[in-house]
Nanobody, 121 residues
Framework: QVQLLESGGGLVQAGGSLRLSCAAS????????MAWYRQAPGRQRGLVAS???????NYRDSVRGRFTISRDNAKNTVYLQMNSLKPEDTAVYYC???????????????WGQGTQVTVSS
C-alpha cells in the first residue's frame, strides 16, 4: 500500500558529500517514524538515522555530526545529508517508514529498494 523510492546514491571520494532522498507514495494516511538504514557486504543492516514525528532525531554514533536527517511531511519525503564521507560509509542505504495506509488502520513497516553509496579512499 505504501511504496518508498530512494534516490541520490552514487560514487564519491572520501570527504565528499551526498544527499539521499526517499519519497513515500501510494495509500498514506499517516507516517510516524522514517529512517535510513545501511548494509555493507558481510554486515548486518543497521540504523543510520531516524526521525520521528517530524522532530525527534536519532543517529548512529559513527555518523553523528556528519549526517543530518530531515523530512518534508507535505511531500512524504525523508532526506539524509551526508557530509565528510568515509570509506566505511560504503553500503546500500535503505529507506524505512512506519505508516498507516488508511483511516482506522494499523501501523505497518515499509522498506525501499535501497540505493548504493560508495566512498573511495
Amino acid at each position: 500500500q505504501v511504496q518508498l523510492l530512494e534516490s541520490g546514491g552514487g560514487l564519491v571520494q572520501a570527504g565528499g558529500s551526498l544527499r539521499l532522498s526517499c519519497a513515500a507514495s501510494g495509500s498514506i494516511f499517516s507516517i510516524n517514524r522514517m529512517a535510513w538504514y545501511r548494509q555493507a557486504p558481510g554486515r548486518q543492516r543497521g540504523l543510520v538515522a531516524s526521525i520521528t514525528g517530524g522532530a525527534i532525531t536519532n543517529y548512529r554514533d559513527s555518523v553523528r555530526g556528519r549526517f543530518t536527517i530531515s523530512r518534508d511531511n507535505a511531500k512524504n519525503t525523508v532526506y539524509l545529508q551526508m557530509n565528510s564521507l568515509k570509506p566505511e560509509d560504503t553500503a546500500v542505504y535503505y529507506c524505512n517508514a512506519d505508516a498507516i495506509a488508511s483511516y482506522g488502520g494499523n501501523y505497518a513497516n515499509y522498506w525501499g529498494q535501497g540505493t548504493q553509496v560508495t566512498v573511495s579512499s
